[in-house]
């Protein structure tokens, strides 16, 4: 497994954006899809983007198509999240996760390492 930081979270006002980063610690990271997730208060964690183990395949929740951007550089054991026109249902806390293949890491119970989380607000 890997542990995994996220930061670059904040308080943005509609129409801004944020970019959030999620640091991996050992040498396996390139061998792992990735994925950005997110938890409003009262709800269920929710997907938000993946991207497979060479960046080769991304996907995108339908809600937030055309407004965000996953990226990774597996040379940093970094993944991004770029988000711009942001929104007030955008406000959560942000986690990214490791799992084993692309095609299932959408569900949350095939990610096998979470980060801490880093909150998003946006205000309106």
């Known amino acids: 497994q890997v542990q995994l930081v996220e930061s670059g979270g904040g308080l943005v006002e509609a129409g801004g954006s944020l970019r959030l980063s999620c640091v991996a610690s050992?040498?396996?990271?390139?061998?792992?899809?990735m994925g950005w997730f997110r938890q409003a208060p009262g709800k269920e964690r929710e997907f938000v983007a993946a991207?497979?183990?060479?960046?080769?395949?991304?996907d995108y929740a339908d809600s937030v198509k055309g407004r965000f951007t996953i990226s990774r550089d597996n040379a940093k054991n970094t993944v991004l999240l770029q988000m711009n026109s942001l929104e007030p249902e955008d406000t959560a806390v942000y986690y990214c996760g490791a799992g084993a293949v692309f095609g299932t890491i959408y569900r949350s119970t095939n990610v096998g390492s979470w980060g801490q989380g880093t909150q998003v607000t946006v205000s309106s």
């Open positions: 050992g040498r396996t990271f390139r061998g792992y899809a």
């Open positions: 991207i497979s183990s060479s960046g080769s395949r991304i």
